[in-house]
């Protein structure tokens, strides 16, 4: 790991590697220059390493890997974004990436493999060793996203009849405990789950006082299959540092621990946030056309809401075409509406990911938003109809455009609500469809109201 100073000189003032060392890097790749490439990288930790492969360009990647041969460090491979990581696998032995492996935690090495054809994953699988193998193998039959793919399955499980002594010598005897941990499981000799004990707790006790006496009773297990959203809840609930995860037999299969934690939580929000936006699982890394791919079905599905909303303008061309001054207003009212939905809407998607609104409380969420949504309708209305009195000298026409503000806003907040919880109730995600519903009905109700009244009052 390098020290303060090379830390300083490795990244700039927002955290970011520096140019000049990947340049030094790049070059080096380039010249085929072995040596120097290892001088520059090897002390790097595996998250900056991680950054630097991330930063190359893709013919370079696994030519660095190689380049830096046994040495390597593995764990950055797991910190790679997904994108990143599956197109250096693809190009790196299948002799290699099982080294690797051998390195990592069981969580980390489940990550690096889910995704890699059948083909490919059983034959880096066959080259592990049998306990490994095992492991992997059973960790890679639980649901994606779920609770068996992010637990370690390396932990520390004794008898209730140890003794703390035998405890404590069998953990500095022992050649295959896991890195770091935070707790001891007790278990029955079927490895039923009974309890746990601090390590705190452990070496605080007297060496001759018994196991059982100290176990702590009162855990909150994880279902194998629990999903990861959940499991992160659950940390956050009750300020978990680590939690044992059970089958359905309530036997003892692995642990989950904060640091894996805070990357599912950072992984669901970046996850949906990407959905909003109709870009789901993409990152800055992916190829040109597999981007193209992931974003057209948006763009279809928003150019057919889009032509829905033309043909809203279209029923009153004649209104418009009397009256020049709706055309140059219209964007305004629907700007309006569809930024108060999108507000609301984010609001309402976020609350529905964290639990915080539900059948209990939509009611009353929903009543506030449409306060809200009124109290924004009124203001606005009264400032855009000044601007409209001022900027044309028709009064009429800003009482028109005051009276569409307040309806679009109204409807804007409602929508903005009712849509993510009608998709939350048919067990859709909200944040993969609710941006396209919302601004379409923005647009429509905008442009309708605003039409609409303009063709009854002004023309």
């Known amino acids: 790991m390098q020290d303060a100073a090379s830390e300083v000189q490795l990244r700039d003032e927002e955290g970011a590697l520096r140019s000049d060392f990947l340049h030094a890097v790049q070059a080096a790749l380039d010249e085929g220059d072995a040596e120097k490439s290892r001088d520059l990288t090897l002390k790097l930790h595996e998250a900056d390493l991680a950054d630097l492969i991330q930063l190359l360009r893709p013919d370079q990647r696994a030519p660095f890997i190689s380049m830096l041969g046994h040495e390597f460090n593995a764990a950055a491979l797991s910190e790679l974004d997904e994108g990143v990581r599956d197109q250096v696998l693809d ?48 960790s890679l039959e639980y649901p994606e996203d779920s609770a068996g793919r992010i637990m370690q399955t390396d932990l520390i499980a004794v008898p209730p009849f140890w003794s703390v002594g035998q405890t404590i010598d069998y953990m500095r005897d022992s050649q295959e405990l896991p890195d770091r941990f935070y707790e001891i499981f007790v278990v029955d000799p079927a490895f039923h789950l009974i309890g746990s004990v601090a390590l705190d707790r452990l070496l605080r006790s007297k060496r001759p006082i018994n196991i059982d006496t100290i176990t702590e009773r009162d855990i909150r297990p994880i279902p194998v299959e629990s999903d990861q959203e959940e499991v992160a809840r659950q940390f956050e609930r009750y300020n978990l540092t680590s939690a044992p995860v059970i089958d359905e037999g309530r036997r003892l299969v692995g642990v989950i621990t904060a640091d894996d934690v805070v990357e599912v939580i950072q992984e669901e929000a970046s996850e949906d946030i990407l959905r909003m936006g109709g870009v789901a699982g993409e990152s800055v890394s992916d190829p040109v056309w597999q981007t193209t791919k992931r974003r057209f079905t948006w763009l279809l599905v928003n150019l057919a809401t889009a032509i829905l909303a033309s043909a809203v303008i279209s029923m009153f061309d004649a209104t418009i075409e009397q009256m020049v001054a709706l055309a140059v207003l219209m964007p305004i009212v629907a700007s309006m509406g569809g930024n108060a939905g999108t507000q609301t809407m984010t609001v309402a998607v976020r609350a529905l990911a964290t639990q915080d609104l539900g059948s209990v409380n939509a009611a009353r969420v929903i009543g506030r938003e449409a306060a809200v949504g009124v109290l924004n309708g009124l203001v606005f209305a009264a400032i855009m109809g000044t601007i409209v009195v001022l900027w044309f000298g028709d009064t009429p026409l800003g009482l028109v455009i005051a009276a569409a503000m307040i309806v679009n806003l109204i409807i804007a907040a409602l929508a903005g609500i009712l849509i993510p919880l009608a998709l939350d109730a048919l067990d859709l995600d909200p944040a993969i469809a609710s941006g396209v519903f919302v601004t379409t009905v923005t647009d429509v109700v905008g442009f309708f109201a605003f039409l609409g009244l303009a063709a009854m009052w002004l023309v």
């Open 91 to 138: 190009t790196l032995p299948n002799q290699q990436v099982a080294d690797a492996l051998q390195q990592l935690d069981s969580d980390e090495a489940v990550y690096l493999i889910e995704n890699l054809d059948k083909e490919d994953q059983s034959d880096i699988l066959a080259k592990l060793p049998s306990f490994e193998r095992a492991n992997l193998e059973r």
